[in-house]
């Protein structure tokens, strides 16, 4: 079988667009989940919760074109900061709302196999109590939403803490989701600390992170958050990484563990099956 490398959180936007795919195909990567971008990537000021149908099914487009080039899967993300951009203008609470009936029409794509699971949060940068209070009622209903529907949930939240992450794990489990269904996005290589958490690690694959974390165990994830902006070039990480990492993984003899990553533990998180694409 051939080697199955999988990058868990990458982006396609308006630099190197479906190119930045053929540069992981050519790295030998096989597997991509694409996440979609926050509404102002996509000129779009939503109003009510319908008007991110307009953003997930331009992105779902996006994730067909790209399953041309490798096998790639849709995650649609109301991604934490639109409660700052669509706050601004509406009042948070309005904006809260929004979000929270995005994140359930992003479920029915979801429920009709269009993508494979959904993006939550909590903002990253500070916020007021009120905010911060709203966003963790939203990341709780989209939790919810992935309860009832059995799907992962990728999320987007402050640096890692381990108090942090404890707190999301228990806001999980008061919505009854499974915390293995709880992706943290943009994780630190923690693996034995994410054990204990619960939630489940897509760890960022720079500076050692991914040797590190199999050094840990081999309960995670790996990723480069790709941003392909061009005013950003190489962020996150460059498309490439994630390869490079893996074969690494290989090279130094822990092969079993870069399955586990690129193909178990993928399959068990999102429930779904990673075949070869050839
Ligand atoms: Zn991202």
């Not at 989940?33 to 996006?62: A, M, N, R």
């Not at 209070?133 to 309860?147: D, G, I």
């Not at 108090?163 to 923690?190: N, T, Y």
């Not at 309960?219 to 490079?244: C, H, Q, S």
């Amino acid at each position: 079988m051939e080697r199955i490398i999988t990058d868990n959180h990458m982006h396609l936007y308006n630099h190197l667009k479906l190119r930045a795919l053929k540069q992981f195909r050519d790295a030998g990567g096989t597997h991509v989940f694409l996440v979609s971008l926050l509404s102002t990537h996509y000129e779009v000021f939503p109003k009510k919760g319908e008007d991110f149908k307009v953003i997930f099914d331009k992105h779902i487009k996006l994730v067909e074109r790209a399953n041309e080039i490798v096998r790639a899967f849709a995650v649609l993300a109301v991604h934490p900061a639109e409660i700052t951009i669509l706050g601004e203008k509406l009042g948070y609470t309005k904006a809260a709302e929004i979000m929270k009936d995005a994140l359930e029409i992003a479920g029915k794509y979801v429920e009709k196999g269009k993508a494979v699971a959904i993006k939550s949060g909590r903002p990253h940068y500070r916020v007021s109590k009120e905010v911060w209070n709203l966003s963790n009622e939203v990341m709780e209903y989209a939790f919810s939403v992935a309860k009832q529907i059995g799907c992962a949930v990728q999320i987007h939240t402050e640096s890692y803490s381990f108090r942090g992450m404890k707190e999301i794990a228990g806001i999980a489990k008061k919505a009854g989701l499974r915390q293995d269904k709880v992706v943290k996005h943009f994780s630190p290589p923690a693996v034995k600390e994410f054990e204990e958490i619960g939630l489940f690690p897509s760890v960022i694959a720079g500076n050692g992170n991914v040797i590190n974390a199999a050094e840990e165990g081999d309960r995670f994830l790996v990723e480069t958050d790709y941003i392909d902006d061009k005013n950003r070039p190489g962020a996150i990480l460059g498309p490439k990484t994630v390869p490079k990492r893996i074969k690494e993984l290989y090279e130094k003899g822990y092969e079993d563990i870069a399955r586990k990553v690129c193909v178990e533990n993928i399959e068990k998180v999102y429930g779904i099956e990673i075949t070869d694409t050839e």
